[in-house]
């Protein structure tokens, strides 16, 4: 059966940055599916994916401004060592992660570290760079009923 609208597909891909080192998060196999045409999926991959059958495998280069953007300068600033809850796990080059006091994650690369403060890029890691992503269809099914009602329960903002 080939990718074409109203068929669910089930993809698995990796991601790796073209060029350049992949980050550890992206560095792992993801799996998604959905209903094709119907769903918001990455116009690019849209794109590839279409008239592919199962088991075919197809590689994509996903620009910048379609992946995690473009680089941004204003997104890197000098914070203060005394506002981080674990400033001895600072390490130039590495992600750090905290999460606030309301849950949400505090997240940035380490540019430099200074006595009292660290430069923090807040950008994603791969922004600004073309990725790879690496797919193989592994299963293009019709859409049942239920597949149809999950969709409009989810669009209709029920989760």
């Known amino acids: 059966m080939r990718v074409e609208l109203d068929k669910v597909v089930t ?3 990796t991601l790796s940055v073209k060029d ?3 980050p550890p998060e992206l560095n792992r196999t993801f799996t998604t599916s959905f209903l094709y045409g119907r769903e918001r999926v990455l116009p690019i991959l849209e794109q ?4 592919k059958e199962e088991n ?3 590689e994509v280069e996903i620009p910048p401004k379609q ?3 473009e680089y941004d300068p204003s997104l890197v600033s000098e914070i203060s060592k005394d506002d981080l809850s674990y400033p001895e796990r600072l390490k130039e080059g590495e992600v750090y992660l905290e999460y606030r006091a309301d849950g949400r994650p505090l997240r940035f690369i380490v540019k430099e570290l200074k006595d009292d403060s660290v430069v923090a890029d807040f950008n994603h890691p791969a922004a600004g760079k ?3 992503l690496s797919a193989k269809v592994d299963e293009v099914r ?3 009923a239920a597949d149809i009602l999950a969709l409009m329960h989810r669009n209709s903002g029920g989760g």
């Open 11 to 13: 993809v698995q891909y």
């Open 20 to 22: 350049g080192e992949t």
């Open 48 to 51: 590839a994916l279409y008239g």
């Open 56 to 58: 075919e495998s197809f």
């Open 67 to 69: 992946a995690y953007g």
């Open 130 to 132: 073309t990725l790879l």
């Open 142 to 144: 019709e859409a049942s």
